[in-house]
């Protein structure tokens, strides 16, 4: 299988991992090659957003990526201080009352994670590799993609330095920001220029004593020798971070001048050591391409943006996620290849929306502080005639709230491609922190709580990797129709009725169908990737011709029809 995988994923990141997950729980045979010998042991990515856990959950692996942050505060408090022994300057909490926790109940059935990608990493590789259908091999670099109509051909070195090829159906190009597989397919890239380059130093110290108390997870800081952010990871293991302008060469920046960094931002004599020091810069960028072929790219190697919101690693898990149910539907379902052009229409046009709220959350930190020039401000920012200075500062924090309460943005955006069949309603636009729910085709369906068996589950659990189709109480149309078109297609279906199969905990089985926007006689259709591809508000009068007519058309099953008209004529000539 290693020699011939179905799919070959070139990076084994979060999000190459990911996808051989996806892919391997069904069957796919999938070989991961990743060109670092062990997996992360530094943090890069942090903070796993709620839609991504839902996404862990479908897959077993959200309970496991729980546990690893065990012990650490459950709110997120963001604080703002000239030195960590210093002054104060305001924080911002995403705390649970009682209505932010009714809401987010209402919104989903997880909580966002602050975990790191080393520590969840090897979770998922360990999760992933288990699967007799995934192998993983480390210390292997891809040198050469080779492209034809049936196959693609990857020619790597192994771990000893040995040449090797392997022959793949399809390429996942998972494999960062200098991604090989971009490059060897000479796609180009679209964004901003960098507005800085972040130093990033990873160390152990114990600073309970001159924290006091506080267990804020991000503390800013700001004065005249310094200006970044402390990032807990563990009780005693911290990063931080600070700035070099825009075109500054990151080799140039010493450990000495980290250890000053680190230490002007403390304030006073702790002892610390420092493990690791790298850098990243505030740049967006978005793949012209995302697919070639029989190649396709995601996560870093499709769209990179600075870190504040968090959406870069999440947006990638979430690319997984769309591209990997769409294989299955073309490896094993006989779906057509419009199927698997619809992954760059609908996830580049997320990528490039998210990328501008990044560099706009990056342009809001200035309020704070943040890329500070501003010397008259940073002179006197500890001096007692610095007051209004900090008062302007302690003023820009609230705008910083859309970076922590993005559920708008994580929850509220809706495809539009062939793969999701139109119903004529009009769109329902969420915010970047207002999440409006909604049932209309393209949209993430809806997470509901309800009673199945006497249990009570999230909607979101009944995913199986099929379509699920859930109707109003007055079904029977539907599952017939349900019925006749997993037997003509072959592909699954599920049928599970609101207000009989699965019961609203409050006994109005009304609410629950005015949240999808159904009539007790209505349906709608949720694809392996828990979006809406069809819905029928008040039903139909031949639900055997609308459900099969959705079906085929959100897997181009037509396009199956001309491939297969093309390889006869091909087969004639």
């Given at each position: 299988?290693?020699?011939?995988?179905?799919?070959?994923?070139?990076?084994?990141?979060?999000?190459?991992?990911?996808?051989?997950?996806?892919?391997?729980?069904?069957?796919?045979?999938?070989?991961?090659?990743?060109?670092?010998?062990?997996?992360?042991?530094?943090?890069?990515?942090?903070?796993?957003?709620?839609?991504?856990?839902?996404?862990?959950?479908?897959?077993?692996?959200?309970?496991?990526?729980?546990?690893?942050?065990?012990g650490m505060p459950d709110e997120v408090t963001i604080a703002w201080m000239t030195r960590l022994n210093g002054i104060e300057l305001g924080q911002l909490t995403l705390g649970e009352t009682d209505e932010v926790s009714r809401v987010f109940d209402e919104q989903?059935?997880?909580?966002?994670?602050?975990?790191?990608?080393?520590?969840?990493?090897?979770?998922?590789?360990?999760?992933?590799?288990?699967?007799?259908?995934?192998?993983?091999?480390?210390?292997?670099?891809?040198?050469?993609?080779?492209?034809?109509?049936?196959?693609?051909?990857?020619?790597?070195?192994?771990?000893?330095?040995?040449?090797?090829?392997?022959?793949?159906?399809?390429?996942?190009?998972?494999?960062?920001?200098?991604?090989?597989?971009?490059?060897?397919?000479?796609?180009?890239?679209?964004?901003?220029?960098?507005?800085?380059?972040?130093?990033?130093?990873?160390?152990?110290?114990?600073?309970?004593?001159?924290?006091?108390?506080?267990?804020?997870?991000?503390?800013?800081?700001?004065?005249?020798?310094?200006?970044?952010?402390?990032?807990?990871?563990?009780?005693?293991?911290?990063?931080?971070?600070?700035?070099?302008?825009?075109?500054?060469?990151?080799?140039?920046?010493?450990?000495?001048?980290?250890?000053?960094?680190?230490?002007?931002?403390?304030?006073?004599?702790?002892?610390?050591?420092?493990?690791?020091?790298?850098?990243?810069?505030?740049?967006?960028?978005?793949?012209?391409?995302?697919?070639?072929?029989?190649?396709?790219?995601?996560?870093?190697?499709?769209?990179?943006?600075?870190?504040?919101?968090?959406?870069?690693?999440?947006?990638?898990?979430?690319?997984?996620?769309?591209?990997?149910?769409?294989?299955?539907?073309?490896l094993r379902w006989g779906a057509g290849d419009g199927l698997l052009d619809s992954y760059e229409i609908e996830r580049l046009p997320v990528a490039e929306f998210n990328g501008e709220k990044m560099m706009e959350n990056t342009r809001q930190l200035e309020k704070?502080?943040?890329?500070?020039?501003?010397?008259?401000?940073?002179?006197?920012?500890?001096?007692?005639?610095?007051?209004?200075?900090?008062?302007?500062?302690?003023?820009?924090?609230?705008?910083?709230?859309?970076?922590?309460?993005?559920?708008?943005?994580?929850?509220?955006?809706?495809?539009?491609?062939?793969?999701?069949?139109?119903?004529?309603?009009?769109?329902?636009?969420?915010?970047?922190?207002?999440?409006?729910?909604?049932?209309?085709?393209?949209?993430?369906?809806?997470?509901?709580?309800?009673?199945?068996?006497?249990?009570?589950?999230?909607?979101?659990?009944?995913?199986?990797?099929?379509?699920?189709?859930?109707?109003?109480?007055?079904?029977?149309?539907?599952?017939?129709?349900?019925?006749?078109?997993?037997?003509?297609?072959?592909?699954?279906?599920?049928?599970?009725?609101?207000?009989?199969?699965?019961?609203?905990?409050?006994?109005?089985?009304?609410?629950?169908?005015?949240?999808?926007?159904?009539?007790?006689?209505?349906?709608?259709?949720?694809?392996?990737?828990?979006?809406?591809?069809?819905?029928?508000?008040?039903?139909?009068?031949?639900?055997?011709?609308?459900?099969?007519?959705?079906?085929?058309?959100?897997?181009?099953?037509?396009?199956?029809?001309?491939?297969?008209?093309?390889?006869?004529?091909?087969?004639?000539?």
């Open positions: 299988m290693s020699d011939n995988p179905e799919v070959l994923i070139i990076g084994g990141g979060p999000v190459g991992l990911s996808a051989a997950l996806a892919l391997g729980r069904a069957g796919v045979t999938c070989l991961v090659l990743e060109r670092r010998t062990e997996f992360s042991r530094y943090p890069k990515a942090n903070g796993v957003h709620a839609r991504t856990m839902e996404i862990f959950r479908e897959w077993g692996v959200a309970e496991p990526v729980r546990e690893l942050t065990a989903s059935p997880e909580r966002m994670s602050t975990v790191g990608q080393h520590m969840f990493e090897p979770v998922l590789a360990h999760i992933a590799g288990d699967l007799d259908s995934v192998t993983i091999n480390l210390g292997c670099e891809v040198v050469d993609l080779t492209l034809d109509e049936a196959s693609v051909t990857a020619t790597y070195t192994d771990h000893t330095g040995a040449r090797r090829t392997v022959v793949a159906q399809y390429v996942i190009g998972a494999d960062g920001i200098r991604s090989v597989v971009r490059r060897t397919l000479g796609v180009g890239e679209h964004g901003e220029a960098s507005l800085g380059t972040a130093i990033n130093v990873q160390f152990d110290a114990d600073l309970d004593a001159i924290l006091g108390g506080r267990r804020s997870p991000i503390i800013w800081i700001i004065n005249a020798d310094t200006q970044g952010a402390f990032i807990r990871d563990s009780p005693t293991r911290w990063r931080y971070n600070f700035e070099i302008p825009p075109g500054a060469d990151p080799d140039t920046v010493t450990h000495d001048r980290c250890e000053r960094e680190v230490a002007d931002a403390i304030g006073e004599t702790v002892p610390f050591k420092v493990h690791h020091i790298w850098s990243w810069s505030h740049d967006l960028a978005v793949t012209d391409r995302w697919r070639e072929g029989r190649v396709f790219l995601m996560g870093d190697a499709a769209h990179h943006f600075p870190p504040h919101g968090g959406f870069g690693m999440n947006s990638g898990i979430q690319d997984a996620h769309n591209l990997a149910w769409k294989l299955i539907a073309k704070t502080g943040f890329l500070s020039q501003d010397k008259s401000l940073l002179s006197v920012i500890e001096t007692d005639s610095g007051e209004q200075a900090r008062r302007a500062i302690a003023e820009g924090i609230p705008a910083q709230r859309d970076q922590l309460a993005s559920h708008g943005q994580q929850f509220g955006y809706q495809y539009a491609s062939g793969a999701i069949v139109p119903d004529g309603t009009e769109m329902v636009v969420s915010g970047v922190a207002e999440y409006r729910p909604t049932a209309r085709p393209g949209a993430r369906a809806p997470h509901s709580w309800v009673r199945s068996r006497g249990e009570l589950i999230s909607t979101i659990d009944v995913y199986d990797g099929g379509f699920v189709l859930l109707t109003g109480p007055d079904n029977a149309g539907w599952v017939t129709a349900a019925d006749q078109v997993r037997a003509e297609l072959a592909v699954p279906v599920k049928v599970l009725g609101l207000g009989t199969d699965l019961l609203p905990v409050d006994e109005l089985a009304d609410d629950l169908l005015s949240r999808y926007g159904l009539d007790p006689a209505g349906a709608f259709l949720v694809r392996p990737d828990g979006f809406v591809g069809f819905r029928s508000i008040g039903g139909s009068d031949n639900e055997h011709k609308a459900l099969s007519g959705a079906l085929r058309q959100i897997l181009d099953l037509a396009g199956t029809d001309r491939d297969m008209d093309n390889s006869r004529a091909r087969s004639v000539s």
